[in-house]
């Protein structure tokens, strides 16, 4: 799948985390009546507090609170009102009212409120009929230079939004304007955001790199300023994902893309470092797709099988139910220590522990295979009573009631043979009502 | 340093510290020591235009701010004036009485510049030195300094003692007295203008020439834009600039609410000690009389309440028209139609309906039996009527509030710094705008709508509220007692009062309002929505106008609530004013 193609967009969910957020730093506020007059409903006994739990709701009325801002938040309740309800046209008509806010001159919540504005109006674009690209880009460049906090933040959403919708040249431009932000402090204290866009904006030349790469293919004519140009966008990415990939994180998208443009240049070595580095970095949190990726990139290489079984054994630990434990298993039964054999059984068994491969033929016949070529050995039996003791208790309740029997028969009679061979050998002190050749439930 | 672009600026570079700025190309200025790019940009400096102006007053350095535009040199009065009478303006526009502006509140606002020695007197409250500019001081020093030699207690003769302004034009900018203004002194003396007293100023001006317009009329009116408060400085002309701490006295983002206008009424009644007020006439609509009239066709009552609230307001001698004479030896009271008014019929509505949450809906019930015609009036009716008129009316003023806009067109800045980030707010504000504007095709702000007196319209046309009942007959709560109407419910309660100290307490409704019978809740809301106050403060009325109908005396500032727990029951009067008045204590 494509790096882009993931929707990397501000969904809705995640509006309903900024107001959380919103609300934790407003603070619980008491539920106190809007006192514009001093003298005014103050009981000498004082207000009393609500003794249940109440919802801190975002708009709450303070005291003393100015026309203006009533207005303000009789306006934001609107809004929200309309947005819960999705009536966006009616959201959209509120908010040149609520433009207004922007010119607020409470420095207390400005950049709340700022935030707030933006993530509204992006989210209304999202869902009005009539929204277009200039508007887009219209709100993204006011909202931008109104303070210099999110600055990052929407150059990054904005050229999320631009390279959605196709426009790949548009976003990287605006990811390098934002990488040549300078401000004073500020935007050394985000660095972190610096860092992202820097990761985005290689990730952006890889895929202008990849265009190019598409259709200097297709074209028999071989322009030699075409390939310059290749040759350039892959330079400009690899030098920032080199850097990119030295920090701990999780950079699936971004090293799939190196490791491509790698393998295309043919610089096997460098390719094969990083993924090793990848996969077995301690300070990067653990990521079984980096294992996947190596394992992939050993295999298109050709390498030994004792080298992919290295490659997939943190693999296994990491995600037992993995698919590519069917290879795993495989390459195991091939290997020829004894070892290896009793590890592919066990390989196999903690896959079946998983409901999803229940109904998968082709695992519970490597299973077969496995205790076939288990049966050669004298003390096979041991062996298997080994692994299946602490599955015995629920194993039978997973995969061999009556339920299951009526089911594979009716659905997948190859795996019911398959598994009813496999009942006595497996469970052999117990007596199952899964057989061959039943076909009804009713005795 | 590029001297003649980043002249002024100062600041030590962030990353470096040093002290060494240029301009880019863009505009941006950048430290050249280690090439960090700020925000900050150069302003663009306009040509300067002088419109007719032969004289010479400076001739500036090549300052990069923008050389400030001519003015003239004036007073915060001359621009609270100029207000007032655009104020007054829009009043007459909408059928005052010419009256009210020539003969009234001129008086009224010279008398109120003498009595706060601002004008029309030999002793200024602030004297300004209308200094003659030097070639090369800078025009910003010049302004402070005649602000700084404004001395509460130097009378000078020539300057401040007439309301005219001086017509030199010179390069200032902002009134010459605002400093002044704002000091503490002046205003602990509580003597110096507001933006709320604008509007308390009128309010006496109205009740003064018994004009028709309650406070609670005034307010909507603003409220709706009709009268220009918001913003009214945008109205000043030209020649007057407003800058600087102009904008704490001219800036408002708040209309004041009914109690405080009030308050700041009776405050500038004491402080001009006004000779008595001319009586109000039972012609007057501003009498209970008539004015309940009003109220009763928007709140779509029968008809024939209105004789009971006549009846009421004997009973309480509120139609003794020499009340409303204001005592200068005491604290003047300024007596408050609109919610006198709508107090008076929630208590005609509690003597004849009972309004105690059970005797209205079994007299409703008996009505609604007895009446084959549909003459009747039905008070589970009208209140279904009125409950959904009320919450869609509700839900508009939700909508105009949300809807309403606040900002001006000119912004008005506080200092300097305030006025780059704020011009730059309001730009990306307007360009917000209208975008959501196109995206929408919804312009921003409220529908103006035609002024009314009315917020309801009852009747059969298009657009109505609800049908009427102002014809419907109240038999179904009378009945003939020995040949006289008299209502069927004869039964009255009040809250539980108890001792509280008449300084620090102003209302209890907070405390007493889940006590209270949901429907006289309900009908303070009505009644509170439809003059806009809090229904508290409507409560602390419907309770004055009761202690006078119990007590039959005038009544008197000084609460005495020392009764314990009562339940007072009263038997309604008859028209012959027979006292049959029996009060049980529990």
Redesign the interface.
Known sequence: MRPFEKKAAISAESLWLIMDDLEKELGPLDDL?DD??S???????G?KKSKLPLVNPICEETLKE??????MR??L??IRDAMLHHRW?EA??????Y??M??D?SHSTAQQSKEL?WRI?TEI?HH?P??RLE?YN??YE??K??G?KHYLMICLEHSFYLMLNGHIEDAKHQLSVAESW????ESAAQYQRTKLIQAYRSLLDYIIWCDKKFTHSKTDYHDAGDNQDMHSYFRQASVNLKEILKNPGVWDPFILSYVEMLEFYEDHDEALKVLNDYAYDNTFPPNPNAHVYLYQYLKRHNTTDKKLMKALKVLHVLVPSHELMLEYSSLLLQSEKKSDLQKALGVILEMLDFACWRGNVDVWKRLKAIIQKLQLQEDWKDVVSEKMAARKDWWPALHFTRFHASQDSEENPELKEVKASLTKILCPDLTLKYSAGQKTIVD | MDDEHTAGYREPCAQCAAVDWGVSDEGRFYCRSCHNVIERTREVVDPNFTPGSTRISTISRGSRTKRPERGRQWMICEGFQFILRNQADALLRLGVSPNFKDDVLCQLWRLYLQKSRQAFTHNPVTSSKFKVRGLDSDSDSAAESSVVSASETNPSSAAGSNAESSSEWSLCSGSVDAAGYLSARLRRTRGLMSMTKTLALIHLALIWSAEALTLSDLLRLVNEGHVPYVNAYEDLPDEMKLEGKDALIFRVEDVPSHQRVHKEAETLLLFLQLPAFPPISRQSLLHPSLLSLRYLMDANLPDELHLWVCRLVERTSMADETLHVSDRLLRPVLPRYDVQTAALIIVTMKLLFGLDDHTEWDLSNQTGDQDDTGELFNLRRWYRLLQAALIRAQQRRVHDIARKQWKAKKPLYGNKSEKCTMIKKKRIAEQVQVCFERLSSCPAGVDRVDPSSFRFCWGNEDGADGPSLHQKKLDGVMTLKLGVLTPLNSAYWHPALKACKPRSCSSHYSEVEPTLPRTFVWLLQLFGFLLDVKPAYLYEEVLKVERRAIDGKTHQRKKRRTRPKTQAKARARTQRGRENKRETFN
Do not use: W
């Not at chain 1, 959209?92 to 009212?97: L, N, R, S, T, V």
């Open positions: 009546e514009n007059d003298s005014d409903d103050h009981s000498s006994i207000t100015t026309g203006f801002h009533q207005s009789a306006c309740e609107q046209q959209a008509e509120y908010m040149p009212c433009s207004q922007l010119e001159t504005f109006s674009l009005h009539n929204s508007d219209n709100i006011r909202m230079h109104s210099v300078r401000h004073g402090k």
